[in-house]
């Protein structure tokens, strides 16, 4: 008759009928921790809901052997004594509460930059078209025109001055 361990790898911490952890290794092993079995015998993970099942070997009801769950991303390990008439055993890991940060990231669609650059965005091509009109001018036409008085005056003063010179 082929016989199963079976049970649940718990948080203590969460409250819920869903408090299993995910991939803590359950196995049989010696006194001191030795695995005695290789996969897929003697040795499994936990499900999402925390649950595992092992088969039992045959030579488990003559002899003393351990159940022994790891924690997943910790060295922390439990055993319990297999008893071959209670095949239903559950670990208890002692949980850590950690709090949750939420971070929210916010993400403008080149269809909206577009718009906020008074373009038109099209789809197909995925271009931002800006219509000239639209666009002002960054050339000021004002400084421009002063500065080129200016240096009209000087060169013109100057071609002056030097002819009446030579007279």
């Known amino acids: 008759m082929v016989?199963?361990?079976?049970?649940?790898?718990?948080?203590?911490?969460?409250?819920?009928?869903?408090?299993?952890?995910?991939?803590?290794?359950?196995?049989?092993?010696?006194?001191?921790?030795?695995?005695?079995?290789?996969?897929?015998?003697?040795?499994?993970?936990?499900?999402?809901?925390?649950?595992?099942?092992?088969?039992?070997?045959?030579?488990?009801?003559?002899?003393?052997?351990?159940?022994?769950?790891?924690?997943?991303?910790t060295s922390d390990v439990q055993n319990i004594l297999i008893d071959v008439n209670k095949l239903n055993n559950d670990f208890v890991w002692e949980g850590k509460t950690q709090n949750l940060q939420e971070t929210v990231v916010l993400v403008k669609t080149p269809e909206t930059k577009c718009k906020e650059k008074g373009g038109r965005y099209v789809k197909k091509t995925k271009l931002c078209l800006i219509d000239k009109d639209n666009i002002e001018s960054s050339f000021n036409w004002q400084k421009t025109l002063i500065i080129g008085s200016i240096i009209f005056i000087v060169v013109g003063g100057t071609i002056l001055y030097v002819k009446s010179r030579k007279n």
């Open 3 to 73: 016989k199963y361990l079976e049970g649940k790898v718990r948080d203590s911490k969460i409250i819920s009928e869903s408090n299993g952890i995910f991939g803590s290794q359950v196995y049989i092993g010696d006194k001191e921790g030795n695995k005695l079995y290789t996969p897929p015998n003697g040795i499994t993970l936990s499900d999402t809901e925390g649950n595992y099942k092992l088969l039992l070997p045959p030579e488990m009801v003559r002899t003393n052997r351990y159940l022994w769950s790891k924690k997943p991303n």
